[in-house]
């Protein structure tokens, strides 16, 4: 057999022509070539998009704040002896971890109410609850802010019928976080819920009648069934919405620009405040920065531990 | 078929003649003869302010032969400031930019030197105020031309019949129409004990405490009424004195009548306080009044805009000026430059502040009295005393005379607005003070 590879491609070589239309032919026809190309274009727009920003943020984030002189990493020390850059770090950790669990158990509560719900009603509850999830968070989120306006807060106005508040909702730095929180949890709940009603759904029912047949309750069959099932799922779920929550700007942008006393600011909200405002661009890019090594770390565990149980299946 | 051959000699005579008639186009005075010209305004919030700038600015092009495009770029959500970065960033863009306040000296490298345009403008306009010169001026050099269009003055607007009811101060006698003011006894201490009569009487004055520039202006005319600065003019930090200590006693008293939501508050929550009816004065340029003229007329009739209490070391108002910078990278520097010079004249200026309703502010000190201040209403005579037309008070900024570049850190990080907050939510003085501090010294990065 291998006498004939050879000579083949003796002969080829001699009729050097074909063996290149040949070739070309071979090679595009190869269904990684094919794939290649078909993701070029998105490939191109992640470098265009996400890399080259992320490799000049870099570069800027080395720079003094005039921009005319390399400083090394003169910026990342200075944060590190800011105050205010320590707040906001813990700060970012509240938030994110905060949002993403309320995110994660609401959405694991509805997915299984919608989960019990008969077929047709189900299709239109399940219409019904993506409904904040694809409404433009800028857009959602200035209805927020309507909501908690000082002047004419519609929950204020509510509230004053039970002689409640009147509730500083963005004034105070508990009810910021708290109304900043809400709006995230708001926002991002339903993408849990369709990601864990998917999970659900592809539970095999024989596990559950076989639990049924050995006298599992209910708490037995969601501990030792359903969430081992969807482990997987509840993994990647949870690390995409960190990193989305982690760089959240718009709710936070909007609601409150960081304030009372910059006790909202997120690490992309006072990397704005600190770059575009105050013009200090490289010491923005350094904040901005600080968010990749927070999420790498937890996008590291938590995809070896989804690995590690994808080798044990 | 006969075919005619082209000779050598032709094609040399043919491309030569061609080539003539493309180097000596552009000289030919045609419908564009003196090149594009491209420009970013900020766009009005007033509306049909921009047609004005629109008209103003075709008048001149069609005298000038040149060809113009307009972007009205908003400043919400600071797109300006995001335009100004990206075109600095990149060195391309709008040939005409206009920029806010700070701008001028965070991108001064950039900017072509203007004194060709301003000098023979201040000669005929008259001076400048001390603000323009400090935000508009680098050693000695024009960065940039005060823009009509944006600036503003943001004084005490005051219901007159809540501040009569329940301050008993008529405001409209000590700020009269047509005349001087009477406003001796106008003072820090009358204003605070407006603030806690009103507050008492159930309006209390809607002055923000959060990280915009409504809160942050407030804090800087009151703080330079008392003579206090966090950084002085040669850039050394000065947090701990007295004049600072007394500010900051001030603000607490004064927070203590302010609603309790006003750390929350930006640059709209003060329109919409008085607009809503519930305050008895906002800090404000006449954009609320303006917006209550049309959604609460009965608002609208007791507003009156006026000047600013004085504070031991004098009576200072915030001033914002907009400034129109041309880029050194521009392409077409020579008719930028004669546009502004267009849009500075008496007739442009006379019209940019008839087309905003009184609220556009020419910085020049011949400027301050046209008709439209005299004239609009209702009350009328609302807005006379809001171009500040006897000196009454001195223009300023919040956070000068800091060097620019490290006032516009102490202006947009709120310093001055958070140190208040901190001291009046129970923080020790010191605390305040020393946390203020750690801030500053970390604004004196190059």
Redesign the interface.
């Known amino acids: 057999m291998a006498d004939v590879v050879v000579e083949q491609g003796r002969l080829a070589r001699v009729a050097s022509p074909h063996r290149k239309g040949a070739n070309l032919r071979n090679v595009l026809g190869r269904k990684s070539t094919v794939a290649f190309f078909l993701t070029l274009p998105l490939i191109l727009l992640i470098f265009l998009l996400v890399l080259y920003p992320a490799f000049y943020s870099l570069y800027l984030a080395t720079l003094?704040?005039?921009m005319t002189k390399f400083v090394g990493l003169g910026n990342f020390t200075?944060l590190f002896?800011?105050?205010?850059f320590w707040m906001v770090v813990k700060q970012s950790c509240i938030f994110a971890v905060t949002a993403v669990i309320f995110k994660a158990l609401i959405g694991f509560i509805v997915a299984h109410f919608v989960h019990n719900i008969p077929g047709k009603k189900q299709r239109k509850w399940r219409g019904m609850l993506l409904v904040p999830w694809v409404i433009p968070p800028a857009m959602s989120t200035l209805a927020w802010l309507w909501l908690f306006?000082?002047?004419?807060s519609a929950f204020n106005y509510t509230l004053s019928f039970f002689g409640v508040g009147?509730i500083?909702?963005?004034?105070?730095t508990f009810w910021?976080r708290f109304s900043i929180i809400l709006v995230n949890v708001w926002y991002g709940a339903p993408f849990f819920l369709i990601m864990y009603l998917a999970a659900l759904k592809s539970v095999p029912d024989q596990l559950y009648e076989a639990a049924a047949i050995d006298g599992a309750n209910w708490w037995q069959r969601i501990w030792f069934i359903t969430l081992p099932m969807m482990r997987n799922i509840i993994a990647i779920t949870t690390l995409f919405s960190l990193i989305v929550t982690f760089a959240n700007f718009d709710i936070v942008?909007i609601l409150?620009?960081?304030?009372?006393?910059?006790t909202t600011h997120l690490f992309a909200t006072w990397a704005?405040?600190v770059g575009?405002?105050?013009?200090?661009?490289p010491?923005g890019a350094c904040v901005s920065l600080f968010m990749v090594p927070i999420l790498a770390v937890a996008a590291i565990f938590i995809l070896r531990d989804v690995s590690k149980r994808g080798n044990e299946a | 078929m006969s075919r005619k051959k082209l000779t050598r000699r032709q094609f040399v005579a043919a491309t030569a003649m061609s080539s003539a008639a493309l180097i000596t186009a552009p000289y030919v005075r045609g419908a564009y003869a003196a090149g594009k010209l491209s420009i970013g305004f900020w766009d009005h919030w007033v509306p049909g302010a921009n047609d004005a700038s629109t008209a103003l600015v075709k008048e001149w092009a069609d005298k000038e032969k040149v060809e113009v495009s307009i972007d009205y770029i908003t400043s919400n959500n600071k797109k300006i400031e995001l335009t100004a970065a990206a075109e600095a960033q990149a060195k391309s863009g709008h040939d005409i930019l206009q920029m806010p306040s700070w701008w001028p000296h965070a991108y001064s490298e950039n900017l072509e030197p203007l004194n060709d345009v301003m000098e023979p403008l201040i000669k005929q306009n008259g001076e400048v105020n001390g603000t323009v010169k400090y935000l508009g001026q680098s050693g000695g050099k024009w960065l940039a031309v005060p823009a009509t269009p944006g600036s503003q003055i943001k004084g005490p607007c005051s219901r007159i019949d809540l501040m009569k009811k329940y301050a008993g101060i008529d405001v409209q006698e000590m700020y009269p129409a047509g005349s001087p003011p009477k406003a001796d006894n106008w003072t820090m201490e009358t204003f605070l004990k407006a603030a806690e009569a009103c507050q008492k009487g159930g309006f209390p004055f809607g002055i923000g405490l959060g990280e915009t520039t409504d809160s942050v202006d407030t804090a800087g005319a009151i703080f330079q009424s008392f003579g206090a600065e966090l950084v002085n003019a040669k850039g050394d930090v000065t947090v701990k004195t007295d004049a600072v200590r007394q500010a900051l006693e001030f603000y607490k008293r004064l927070i203590a009548v302010l609603p309790a939501d006003a750390p929350s508050w930006d640059d709209a929550s003060n329109n919409k306080w008085l607009i809503s009816g519930r305050g008895a004065m906002i800090l404000n340029p006449p954009s609320a009044w303006a917006v209550a003229k049309r959604d609460a007329p009965q608002v609208a009739e007791q507003c009156w805009t006026h000047g600013f209490p004085a504070g031991p070391k004098g009576r200072f108002a915030p001033f914002l000026p907009y400034f129109w910078g041309v880029w050194s990278f521009g392409k077409n520097k020579e008719a930028a430059k004669s546009l502004l010079v267009y849009l500075s004249s008496p007739a442009a200026i006379e019209k940019f502040v008839a087309a905003s309703g009184g609220y556009d502010l020419p910085a020049y000190a011949n400027m301050t009295t046209l008709k439209t201040w005299a004239e609009v209403g209702p009350p009328k005579g609302t807005l006379y005393h809001y171009p500040n037309p006897y000196n009454h008070q001195t223009l300023s900024i919040a956070a000068s005379p800091a060097p620019p570049k490290i006032a516009q850190q102490i202006y947009f990080q709120a310093t001055l607005t958070k140190m208040a907050l901190r001291f009046a939510q129970g923080e020790k003085m010191d605390t305040a003070l020393a946390w203020a501090e750690g801030e500053c010294e970390g604004f004196m990065r190059t």
């Open positions: 003094n704040k005039a200075f002896k800011r105050e205010t306006d000082p002047s004419y009147p500083p909702w963005l004034g105070n910021a942008r409150t620009s960081g304030g009372p006393l910059d704005f405040q575009i405002q105050s013009s200090d661009i010491l």
